[in-house]
């Protein structure tokens, strides 16, 4: 098991992504007449995301502050893209697990549909 930045793995991403793009559907449902007023609630997960993402980035930030001696290091050995590197391929795996999982989920909710369309049918 490898110790990781919490907030940074499927669930966290997951969080974000879904806390993002809270004001959208609730401006959605706003314009179709179906908002409850939620707006508390949506500005206050909104936030909640914004601040993950600021501190996550002043994170980031600080590191690379503290480790710009390692990265002239790593140049002068020829190496110099190697945190870029880890820090987006952490990001693309991630993000591609999520987006495998999403994908499994709506093609099974699909299957599922068809399943009960079919039984409906005879």
């Known amino acids: 098991m ?4 919490p907030g940074a793995g499927i669930g966290g991403l ?6 993002l793009w809270m004001p959208i559907c609730e401006l959605w449902r706003r314009r ?3 908002a409850p007023g939620r707006w508390p609630l949506v500005a206050q997960q909104f936030g909640i995301a914004v601040g993950i993402i600021v501190a996550m980035s002043g994170v980031f930030w600080a590191l690379d ?9 790593a140049h002068a050995a020829g190496q110099m893209h190697a945190m870029w590197t880890l820090r987006v391929s952490a990001l693309a795996v991630t993000s591609g697990a999520l987006a495998m999982v999403l994908g499994t989920v709506h ?4 299957c599922l549909r068809l399943r009960t369309v079919r039984h409906a049918a005879r």
């Open 2 to 5: 490898n110790p990781g930045l």
């Open 32 to 34: 179709q007449g179906n």
């Open 14 to 19: 997951f969080y974000i992504l879904s806390a």
């Open 65 to 73: 502050t503290v480790l710009i001696f390692q990265q002239v290091a």
């Open 107 to 110: 093609v099974v909710r699909v």
